[in-house]
């Protein structure tokens, strides 16, 4: 079994901090561009005939980004706990 250092379960949970500053950066900039700032929905019904919903797209990305923290955390936590068991802890 792979030994982890704290260095490196530090760098990988700061690393999933930024990601996850990161989608969330590319969530509110999706969607004030979608609505628009200005009059109801701006940018929506300028050009309604090329406009497209970005929420589907947004949800895909916001879930591969909650599966990647949860399969992070979950593996990093199964093998602390495999890790504590054959120490006897």
Do not use: C
């Amino acid at each position: 079994m792979i030994h982890l250092t704290k260095r490196i379960k530090m760098i990988v949970y700061i690393s999933l901090i930024f990601i996850s500053a990161f989608v969330v950066w590319l969530n509110v900039t999706s969607l004030v561009e979608a609505f628009g700032d200005g009059p109801p929905y701006y940018g929506r019904s300028a050009n309604m005939d090329k406009w497209t919903n970005p929420l589907p797209v947004l949800l895909t990305v916001d879930a591969a980004t909650l599966l990647l923290g949860v399969g992070i955390f979950y593996l990093f936590r199964s093998r602390q706990i495999t890790r504590d068991n054959d120490r006897g802890v």
